[in-house]
């Protein structure tokens, strides 16, 4: 019943900005805390950053003061802007949604980011 849809994800340029968008559906969003989850070939999944119902924030310490992450309860949309991307960001980035209600967590299909050098 939950969905949630990426988009956003390309190609850019070291220095350059990327904004993905994660779309949920099927879900009370209001209610959910939002989280942006990237991974790279070879690596770990890792959290890059997330936002609670009441708009709490929390960043990876490698994208502090570079991604912002922000919500949009009205159109159910989390949002990600990604500023003086690195060719480390290279990943591939998933949308996760975690219900305060239930607990119960969702990923997005994932959307690819590549920062050339």
């Known amino acids: 019943q939950v969905q949630l849809v990426e988009s956003g994800g390309g190609l850019v340029q070291a220095g350059g900005s990327l904004r993905l968008s994660c779309a949920a559906s099927?879900?009370?969003?209001?209610?959910?805390?939002m989280g942006w989850y990237r991974q790279a070939p070879g690596k770990q999944r890792e959290l890059v950053a997330s936002i609670t119902h009441d708009g709490s924030t929390d960043y990876a310490d490698s994208v502090k003061g570079r991604f912002t992450i922000s919500r949009d309860n009205a159109k159910k949309t989390v949002y990600l802007q990604m500023n003086s991307l690195e060719p480390e960001d290279t990943a591939v980035y998933y949308c996760?949604?975690?219900?305060?209600?239930?607990?119960?967590?969702?990923w997005g299909q994932g959307t690819q980011v590549t920062v050339s050098s």
């Open positions: 099927g879900t009370i969003f209001s209610i959910n805390t």
């Open positions: 996760n949604c975690r219900s305060v209600l239930t607990g119960k967590t969702y």
